[in-house]
């Protein structure tokens, strides 16, 4: 039996979370983020390795921008991969106090190569 490809739902919580570390990179209001927003929100924190980090893993589309569908999508592919929400949720607070990206193996970025189009979470 293979994986699913069906996508698991995010909580209201963790989509919330997860749209207010977005918003706190997204310096410009655009909802994409860019690499310069990224170096920005990181700082001096390991900064070109943790965007270019994220966006190997996020980028679905390859377009150098973020989204919000891309982001919410890239933490359902999380969860999907067997991830609980409490990890994920845990993660998600790393990351607002500006620590590193942690990569998810188990969540290829081929898997979510369409994402740009994908709106059902």
């Not at 989509?15 to 983020?33: H, P, V």
């Not at 860019?34 to 980028?59: C, G, H, P, R």
């Not at 890239?74 to 607070?93: N, P, Q, T």
């Not at 607002?96 to 970025?109: I, L, M, R």
């Amino acid at each position: 039996m293979g994986k699913s490809h069906s996508k698991a739902q995010l909580s209201t919580e963790v989509q919330n979370k997860a749209l207010e570390i977005f918003r706190m990179m997204d310096k410009d209001g655009s909802k994409t983020i860019d690499k310069d927003e990224t170096l920005k929100f990181w700082k001096s924190n390991f900064a070109k390795l943790n965007t270019e980090a994220l966006f190997k893993a996020v980028d679905a589309d390859g377009n150098g921008r973020i989204s919000e569908d891309e982001w919410i999508y890239f933490w359902a592919e999380v969860k999907s991969s067997g991830h609980s929400e409490k990890e994920i949720l845990e993660e998600l607070d790393q990351l607002k106090e500006g620590k590193s990206w942690v990569s998810f193996d188990s969540v290829p970025a081929e898997k979510h190569g369409s994402a740009k189009n994908k709106k059902n979470y």
